[in-house]
């Protein structure tokens, strides 16, 4: 696989970020300790949710999914691709992605018919996205992601951010940790996401991503001092992703 440095480059950044200010002792090091907080629900009450394939949603922010539209929030999921790939056949994949949906109780979506699009494509995908919906709070796969599409869906929202108004952003988690500033607690919806994940039957043949998802949301539960299970993001007004990952 060729490596693709301009997504290298944003993930050591946000690396850079925290290491830098803990490669140190003493109070320096104390100062740059960090305590994420539960949080009941996310800020705002339209939330785009941008899933790189279509169990990503599911896999790293089902619970708060759930919890949002049990609020009354509105919620879209936008799948960007139904890889086919040592899969099912198109329809059985649809079927596996729309019972999902159903479980989770998303209603509002798009799911495509095709293989993950190209840079340019996602840009202009997200920016729609972002002008015709007009969400508070963006979710995003984050820059720590252990995979290339992830990083590439990643890369391009940056682009598109530069193009919409003022919205704020949350990085969920996949195969990469965030550093948290947000922590939801999702006990009480974790059942109903095991059961979404689940329905992706032909992905978790390979993968248990029940597990996966299982162990992490119980890790981020305890390691922030709480019980049970929870989903962790990092939370980012429009100027600080921009800032940090927007380049010159």
């Known amino acids: 696989m060729t490596m693709d440095l301009k997504a290298v480059k944003l993930e050591l950044k946000l690396i850079h970020s925290k290491i830098s200010k803990r490669i140190s002792i003493g109070e320096g090091l104390a100062r740059s300790a960090w305590n994420p907080m539960f949080i009941e629900l996310p800020p705002g009450r339209r939330a785009l949710i941008i899933s790189p394939h279509p169990d990503d949603d599911a896999i790293g922010m089902g619970g708060t999914i759930i919890k949002m539209l049990e609020s009354g929030a509105k919620v879209r999921v936008v799948n960007l691709s139904l890889p086919l790939k040592d899969g099912p056949s198109y329809k059985d994949r649809e079927k596996e992605a729309l019972l999902a949906l159903q479980i989770m109780g998303v209603e509002d979506y798009m799911l495509p018919d095709g293989e993950f699009p190209e840079e340019g ?117 429009r100027k600080d992703l921009l800032k940090q990952f927007g380049g010159k």
């Not at 704020?168 to 500033?181: D, F, I, Q, S």
């Open 121 to 237: 494509l996602l840009r202009d995908i997200m920016v729609k996205e972002i002008r015709e919906f007009s969400p508070d709070l963006v979710f995003i796969p984050s820059p720590m992601e252990n995979n290339i599409q992830h990083l590439a869906t990643f890369s391009a929202y940056v682009d598109a951010l530069k193009l919409v108004g003022d919205v704020a952003t949350a990085l969920y988690e996949v195969w990469g940790m965030v550093v948290p500033n947000m922590i939801v607690d999702i006990t009480a919806q974790s059942q109903r996401k095991a059961q979404a994940i689940a329905a992706h039957t032909s992905q978790i043949h390979k993968v248990d991503y029940v597990a996966m998802a299982k162990g992490l949301n119980q890790y981020r539960a305890i390691s922030c001092g709480g019980s049970g299970q929870a989903e962790a993001f990092l939370f980012l007004e």
